[in-house]
């Protein structure tokens, strides 16, 4: 008796963690799996498109969930994929990332799916279809919805410093700033600048600096090619020189301002690179009285043409864990066609990367309810997302070593830093 | 015939073996392994021979980290054993309220690493830190505490010392405790003062309490990451990257896990490597 007890107890404590294992989400021929991300505007997004499909697909339903909870959606996705956990559809996917999974073999092709590429056309430039293209000449990635990086200001302080419009070049931004730094409480030392960038040396960082201004200088030049850095040029030490001025004349403060109370909000800064996403945190902080909008990156003196800047591109990707990749993508494009893209748009205040979305009377009621969505509709023709590389992180990392070197401890000269970062990134693709 | 008396002794041990094969013995295998190897876990393992070995003699920002390492516990230990010691000193003296601050000086030891360090970053900061308001309001110059280079570390030093001092307190407690009190009857009779009871009695009989100390900090401060990885990053200019970071960095950031498995297996042969020194020294002293 003893023994047997013994068994079904070893058997069920067996049993349990490889049962927990199993999430009972699993695909089938029957139904698709798609992850969305966690913030509750875009779970409504994929809640009701998902509703929408399966009322009108009863042989094959899609199952939404959020990506489940962790440090980062990229880490749960790379859990996934080493555990063979994928779902079929995920959105969300840092165009960044997309490369080293393509690479590795977990993604479909999704321009070898039937009419794929005719949707793409539709929705998108010539230019967006190239820039998202894989190493192998493959697409496996759907431009989803973009977080353009601009210069958001405090118009009452442009008032202030004698000019109704912000800085649109390094020249003027240096004026401004000049103007506008200030020790307000008088020990000695700034305590109001101009603007105000992480200092932090994290990869990542850069998008919100050195990489809009490059692309805004470089009218949207790309940083690598295939496996060379091409980015030794004119443009990057431009952005350098500019932003080692900033510094060095403590326009932008050293420290780490983001632990504080909103710099921007409270008026201790009066720009900011950021992206649409701030507009819904500043409505809801900002105090009385206070008015902000949103301009283009600023752009060396005698630069000509359009003002690029970084998009932050999020993706649909499917998944190669996928039984039926073709129905996958007829779901997908319910999410992405012009009826997904306004309800995306209205439910998350999130812009959907489709071409000529500022002039499209479809979202211009919209617009027209959120004139400061407009500037970032606007400003969509001329975003850039990252180049395909299967070590981006890396290039950005070796970037911003020198980036810190140069920029904000003035050690080296912006030629030699960039030089630096340049030598450093092709000496990563030769290894 | 294999009895029931003999199966249950094993029955009994089994979870430890099966959580020592799973959690221990196989990672560190693996590890081993995975030095030979390329892998960014998506991608199948590319046999690489003797890359990563090279690659770490040469990798300047590893040799910087390992030099982070050592100036952080040129900084820490010795100031950790002066501060925990003079405390511990005051403490066992027949104060009013003792209780009291021998809680108080503990309280940071339970208290989240994380908390701690992001109380510090505010401490620190260069314009509205606590630390240069009380600078300028006497007239001195601000300081860079975490933007500074050259104080960066010493910054996290001194912020690490606060987080632990309390433990070893409690150590040194326990050691000055231990100390006979007829010697410093013996020695007040021959007139000793405050210092030479100090020098000449408490020190030498609180010897392996100090060697204690100097082994728990030691590997505290091996395994420096928290305080560096939330308040600098690492920076700036690397001076912050710990060796534990950088580690980290290569394996969970780039994913580069054969040359963070080989980061580590050196790493973990330094430490062997000090303790084994340390051992040595306190069998010499014993």
Known sequence: MNRLFINIALLILIWLPLQSCNSGNQSSDTRLIYWCSNNSYEIQFAKLETEKWNKNNSNISVKYQPVPEGRSSEEIILAAVVGKTTPD??????????????????????????????????????EVIEEIRSLDGHIYQIPWKINPIMLIYNEKMMADLGSSTPPQSYSDFFRFSAKFQKDVNGDGYVDRWFG????????????????????????????????????????????????RMLYKKNYFSKEQLSARQDVFLSEIIATRFTGPWEIAHADKFKPKGFEYNFSSMPVPDDHK?????????????????????????????????????????????????????????????????????????????????????????????????????????GMKTPEQAVKDASDAVNLLFLK | ?????????????????????????????????????????IAPMEYTGLNNYVRLFNDKTFIKSMGNTL???????????????????????????RGVFRGAFFLPVIVSGVVVTILWQQLYGFDTGLFNRLLTGVGLSKVGWLTDPGIAMISIAVMATWKNVGLYIILFLVGLQTVPAQYYEAADLEGANHWQKFFKITLPMINPTIFMVVILS???????????????????????????????????????????ATLGLFFAFIILAVVMIQKKFIEKDH
Request: with cysteine; glycine share 6%.
């Open chain 2, 218 to 260: 030691t590997i505290g401060g091996f395994s420096l990451f928290i305080e560096p990885y939330i308040m600098t990053g690492g920076g700036p200019l690397n001076s912050t990257v710990s060796a534990v970071l950088y580690i980290y960095k290569q394996g969970f950031f780039y994913y580069h896990m054969g040359y963070a």
């Open chain 2, 71 to 97: 100036i952080f516990l040129v900084i820490h230990i010795p100031l950790q054993i002066i501060v925990a010691l003079f405390l511990a000193e005051i403490l066992n003296q027949k104060l009013k309220l």
């Open chain 1, 196 to 243: 105000y960038s992480e200092v932090l040396v994290t990869w990542w960082q850069r998008f919100f600096d050195f990489y809009p201004l490059y692309l805004a200088a470089s009218g949207g030049a790309p940083l690598v090619k295939g496996d060379k850095a091409v980015f030794n040029n004119e443009y990057a030490i431009d952005v350098f020189k500019f932003l």
């Open chain 1, 89 to 126: 559809i995920y959105s969300n996917m840092w165009q960044g990332d997309v490369e080293a999974y393509a690479q590795a073999g977990v993604l479909v092709a999704l321009d070898t799916l039937n009419g794929f590429m005719d949707f793409l056309s539709e929705r998108c430039d010539s």
């Open chain 2, 1 to 41: 015939m294999i009895t029931r008396k003999k199966i249950l002794p094993y029955l009994l041990v089994s979870p430890y073996i099966v959580h020592f094969l799973l959690f221990v013995a196989f990672p560190v295998v693996f590890s081993i392994v995975l030095t030979f190897h390329k892998w960014n876990i």
């Open chain 1, 305 to 409: 043409g359009p003002k690029y800047t970084y998009g932050d591109p999020k993706n649909i990707v499917i998944f190669k864990t996928c039984k039926k990749p073709q129905v996958a993508w007829e779901y997908v494009k319910t999410l992405i066609d012009r009826d997904g893209d306004l309800k995306l748009l209205e439910l998350t205040n999130q812009l959907p990367r489709r071409k000529n979305i500022n002039i499209d009377p479809y979202f211009g009621n919209y617009f027209n309810k959120n004139p400061k969505m407009k500037i970032f509709a606007d400003q969509s023709k001329y975003v850039r997302g990252t180049d395909a590389s299967p070590v981006l992180k890396e290039v950005f990392d070796l970037i911003s070593q020198e980036y810190e070197a140069c920029v904000i401890y």
